[in-house]
């Protein structure tokens, strides 16, 4: 098996190894596999990252070996990136429900590479209608879903969406599903530019306007109900508090922000009565993901990212650290 493993900040280098199957694990020939901002801040070396590590949290592929009738050879997989601890209590008894899970490049070795031996719980078959780069995104899909039922959003809802990285952009289209009213924030036209395309019509650029003075505008002056700040979109999270009305509620999703500041004030959580929650994964949330794309609920084609061939892949990475191409910046490998 080849893997392109990080070996240092900066450094990355394409390693082989051997791993063999046993009867709770499948072999799966990977596909695609989506590099990220944590990918970026792993190889640059701003992330809480153990090395060595192989980045890859995004992947897809097909079954290469399996010992029983649960999954079939050939037949299609989305990877859910989190893996079962398999000593805590709950793992005895259904490991799906582990809290302690390892995250695939994050934590634990991730889907950068040809082939990859992993867990059944961890794979989730395909339907035909849902294309592999597609379905490459069923992890984004799955964070957004679960952000939006933590805020329990209601029909009608203004939802402040800070930050257009690909889960903010996921996001703000699921909220119009859900029949909410999403203002996308950020300073990058071409993004806001690519989810009016998709039909997001309220997008605010934080650099060329007053965002708080535009969402007043939008919502009569009652600001919005909810509030979503992308740790990865390159905003300040200091902003959703003043965007989101007394007594409403205010998602952090993401693992790690790209700001190296990334403070609140927490007078202004307890005048304004706001309820703050975080989500971090998409566990529990994948079939959900997958039905979304089956039946074209969510468009990921406004993601839009570069396209490079596994043997292309490290060089790419390097590349995109170098030139500081973060804030939700995407790199697809095609294995």
């Known amino acids: 098996m080849k893997v392109w493993q990080i070996k240092a900040p900066n450094s990355i280098a394409l390693q082989e190894v051997h791993e063999t199957i046993g009867p709770d694990t499948v072999k799966v020939k990977l596909t695609h596999c989506v590099l990220a901002t944590s990918d970026l801040q792993s190889l640059k070396g701003s992330a809480d990252t153990s090395y060595p590590i192989t980045p890859g949290r995004l992947g897809v592929g ?5 010992l029983d009738e649960s999954l079939k050879r050939g037949q299609r997989v989305v990877i859910e ?8 209590v709950a793992c005895r008894t259904d490991p799906r429900q582990c809290m302690d899970f390892f995250v695939m490049g994050r934590t634990g070795d991730g889907l950068l590479r040809d082939f990859v031996v992993l867990p059944k719980n961890c794979l989730y078959p395909l339907p035909d209608q849902v294309k592999d780069n597609e379905a490459v995104f069923t992890d984004y899909i799955a964070i957004a879903l679960k952000a939006l039922g933590a805020l329990n959003i209601e029909p009608g809802q203004h939802i402040a969406v ?3 990285s690909p889960i903010g952009m996921i996001l703000s289209g699921l909220a119009i599903y859900y029949q909410c009213v999403p203002i996308l924030i950020d300073s990058r036209q071409d993004r806001l530019d690519a989810a009016r395309d998709n039909g997001v019509y309220y997008t605010v650029n934080s650099a060329l306007s007053d965002i708080n003075k535009r969402v ?3 919502t009569g002056g009652r600001m919005c109900e909810r509030s979503v700040f992308s740790m990865a979109g390159g905003e300040m999270p200091q902003k959703i508090l003043s965007l989101t009305m007394r007594g409403g509620k205010a998602a952090l999703v993401g693992h790690q922000a790209v700001n190296e500041m990334c403070n609140v004030n927490i007078v202004d959580i ?5 309820e703050i ?4 994964d998409g566990k529990g949330f994948t079939s959900r993901a997958i039905n979304m794309l089956a039946n074209a609920v969510v468009n990921v084609n406004a993601l839009a990212p570069a396209v490079v061939s596994f043997a292309a892949a490290g060089p790419e ?3 995109a650290a170098g030139a500081n191409d973060i804030g939700g910046s995407l790199i697809s490998v095609t294995i």
Request: glycine share 10%; charged share 10%; hydrophobic share 50%.
């Open 216 to 218: 007043v505008e939008i």
């Open 270 to 274: 307890v005048a304004k009565s706001l």
């Open 317 to 319: 990475l390097i590349h």
């Open 62 to 66: 097909v079954v290469s070996e399996v």
């Open 81 to 88: 990136p989190y893996i079962p601890c398999g000593t805590c």
């Open 277 to 280: 929650v975080g989500v971090s």
């Open 162 to 164: 800070l930050g257009a």
